[in-house]
């Protein structure tokens, strides 16, 4: 089967600002219980995707365009702040705080997987 990507406007993704334009490549259901997300991602100029948490699955994000500035934190309030730019992975591991805000005047675009950790199944 092929088919088009599903495009969806966000507005505040995970309680951000502003717009995002999530490309959802496969659905949750297609994930067959082993996550909830798999999408390519398009922050606006100003965006951000807003700062939360992971429980009981991960994240990873691969920049492909543009650049923004990822945020992490293991405990939710000791934060790291890093530039990222098309090649970077940011490594969201189970439990740990994260957002990634678009401050540049052009489009922030990566893909994003969200995975279950071992033995979890969100079905």
């Known amino acids: 089967m092929v088919r088009r990507e599903n495009i969806v406007e ?25 996550g909830r997300l798999y999408a390519r991602v398009v922050l606006p100029p100003k965006s951000c995707v807003g700062w939360h948490q992971h429980v009981r699955d991960t994240e990873p994000y691969y920049i492909l365009k543009g650049e923004g500035d990822f945020t992490e934190s293991a405990d939710g309030v000791t934060k790291t702040v890093t530039h990222v730019l098309p090649g970077d992975v940011c490594v969201i591991e189970v439990g740990q705080w994260h957002s990634l805000e678009n401050n540049s005047d052009t489009n922030l675009e990566f893909m994003a997987l969200i995975y279950n950790e071992a033995g979890y199944s969100n079905l």
Request: net charge negative; glycine share 20%; hydrophobic share 40%.
């Open 10 to 34: 966000v507005q505040g993704l995970a309680g951000g600002a502003g717009p995002a334009h999530v490309c959802h490549i496969v659905s949750k259901e297609e994930l067959l219980g082993h």
